[in-house]
C-alpha cells in the first residue's frame, strides 16, 4: 500500500459526458502527479501540481483539467469524453516537487467510455 | 527531445534463470534514472533509483541496476528470478535541468516460466 488513494476504482461512461476523478496523497507529499496509462500510448504524463499550484503539463488535452485543493487532494476532470479517452487513469505522489523525487502511485482509476 | 527506450516489450525466463532488462535513454545531461514495477491491476511502485556515485545501484526484491554513461542505459539485473517477479517493468527518466519532465519507457513485460 502506498499510501495514495484513489476514487473511484472503476467508472464507466458515455460519450460526451464529464467526469471527475479524486486523488488523495501520501500525508506530508505536497506534490501530485497525474497519469494516463492506455495499451497504445503507454504510460503518459498528463499534469503536475505542487502545493496547489500547477507545476508542469505534459500531453494533457484541454478537454482534460486538474487542481490540488488546499488539503493538498486533487481532482482530474475529463470532459467531453471521447472512446480513446478509456483508460486507467494513475495519481501519484511525492514529498517535493523536483524530478529526482520517488513517485508513489496510488492503485488507479480504470476509465471506459461506451 | 528526451526520451526512454526498452527495446524488449515482452521476456520470457524460467523460474531461477537470470535476468536483464534494457533501458536508453536520450539526454544531453546526465538525467535521474529509476526502475519501477507493475503488478497486475497494481500501480507503480519504485524498484531502484540513480541520481549519482556508484554506478551500480541495489533496489528492492534483490534487482539492480548499472547506470552506463557511455551507453546512455540504466539495465536492470536479477541473478535468480522468482514466479513473483512476473510483472510489467518500466524504466524512467527525469530531467536535471530546465523544465520538469519525468519520462517513462514503454515498459517489458515479464513472463517467468516455472
Known amino acids: 500500500d502506498s499510501g495514495v488513494t484513489q476514487t473511484p476504482k472503476h467508472l464507466i461512461t458515455a460519450t460526451g459526458q464529464r467526469v471527475t476523478l479524486r486523488c488523495s496523497p501520501r500525508?506530508?507529499?505536497?506534490?501530485v502527479y497525474w497519469y494516463q496509462q492506455s495499451l497504445d500510448q503507454g504510460l503518459q504524463f498528463l499534469i503536475q501540481?505542487?502545493?496547489?499550484?500547477?507545476?508542469a503539463k505534459g500531453n494533457i488535452l484541454e478537454r482534460f483539467s486538474a487542481q490540488q485543493f488546499p488539503d493538498l487532494h486533487s481532482e482530474l476532470n475529463l470532459s467531453s469524453l471521447e472512446l480513446g479517452d478509456s483508460a486507467l487513469y494513475f495519481c501519484?505522489?511525492?514529498?517535493?516537487?523536483?524530478?529526482?523525487?520517488?513517485?508513489?502511485f496510488g492503485p488507479g482509476t480504470r476509465l471506459t467510455v461506451l | 527531445a528526451q526520451s526512454v527506450t526498452q527495446p524488449d516489450i515482452h521476456i520470457t525466463v524460467s523460474e531461477g534463470a537470470s535476468l536483464e532488462l534494457r533501458c536508453n535513454y536520450s539526454?544531453?545531461?546526465?538525467?535521474?534514472l529509476f526502475w519501477y514495477v507493475q503488478s497486475p491491476g497494481q500501480g507503480l511502485q519504485l524498484l531502484l533509483k540513480?541520481?549519482?556515485?556508484?554506478?551500480l545501484v541495489q533496489g528492492i526484491k534483490g534487482f539492480e541496476a548499472e547506470f552506463k554513461r557511455s551507453q546512455s542505459s540504466f539495465n536492470l539485473r536479477k541473478p535468480s528470478v522468482h514466479w513473483s517477479d512476473a510483472a510489467e517493468y518500466f524504466c524512467?527518466?527525469?530531467?536535471?535541468?530546465?523544465?520538469?519532465?519525468?519520462?517513462f519507457g514503454t515498459g517489458t513485460r515479464l513472463k517467468v516460466l516455472a
Open positions: 524512467a527518466v527525469g530531467t536535471t535541468s530546465g523544465t520538469y519532465k519525468y519520462i
Open positions: 501519484a505522489s511525492s514529498p517535493r516537487g523536483g524530478s529526482y523525487n520517488e513517485q508513489f
Open positions: 540513480y541520481f549519482s556515485g556508484d554506478t
Open positions: 539526454y544531453g545531461a546526465t538525467p535521474y
Open positions: 500525508s506530508g507529499d505536497l506534490s
Open positions: 501540481y505542487y502545493n496547489g499550484e500547477e507545476r
